[in-house]
């Protein structure tokens, strides 16, 4: 294993998380530090899920030890699940409170959630589509990616001009969840997300992939046919994404 170094390819760059999680600190610091000086505001796209928490880590450290400023930062979560309220420590709002929010200087108004809660869910996803907007539109999009090749929920069958909307969660989806809900019961049925077309608007993605178990899909995603079978793979039609690899998800 490479410590130091990273292995990069096009478009992919692959090594231990320490690294990428450094390479991808460095570049969103780059890029605050870039809309500082023309005095506007970085928009963020941001993921949950285990794959991204030591990334929002070295983020958090930088500004507790190296005074980097997130004053100009704002966010838009791409998913939230529905049925659950805001304090639910499972909630997106507070895993991104917990993981990043509550310990940098981000302005509490600007970061973005969909409301999965809102009674009318089409009124919630239009006008959360025009928030982005008004934003100017996401710079720096955040990526995981399911086992079953989901980006934010967009689960199988999710096509390319989907917008923030109601889904219903995959079963795969579900179980996943399952540990930290304490059993599947306790998992929601359903959430909001933003749709694959709002993903692919963003001007830069980055997608995480960490552990063996997600060797397969992100091959699929990857190289495989460009479909709403594996929602990752539209990705492929993106000019300007790049996939952030740990050895055992990136294989051979
Ligand atoms: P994970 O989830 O980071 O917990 O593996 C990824 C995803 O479902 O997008």
Known sequence: MIKEKSFKTDNVEIGETEVLVGLLADEIEKRMGDCALENRDLVLGLA??????PLYAELVRRH?????????VVSFNLDEYEGIPAEHPESYRSYMGRHLVDHVDMRKECVFLPNANAGDPEKEGREYEERIREYGGIDFQILGIGRDGHIGFNEPGSGRETR????KLAAETREDAAPAFGGIGNVPTHAMTMGVATILEAKRIVLIARGSGKREIVKKAMTGPVGPEVTASFLQDHADVTWYLDGAAAGE
């Open 48 to 53: 949950t899920g285990s794959t991204p928490i």
């Open 64 to 72: 507790q030890e190296e005074g980097l400023s997130f004053a100009n």
């Open 164 to 167: 923030t909307r109601r889904v």
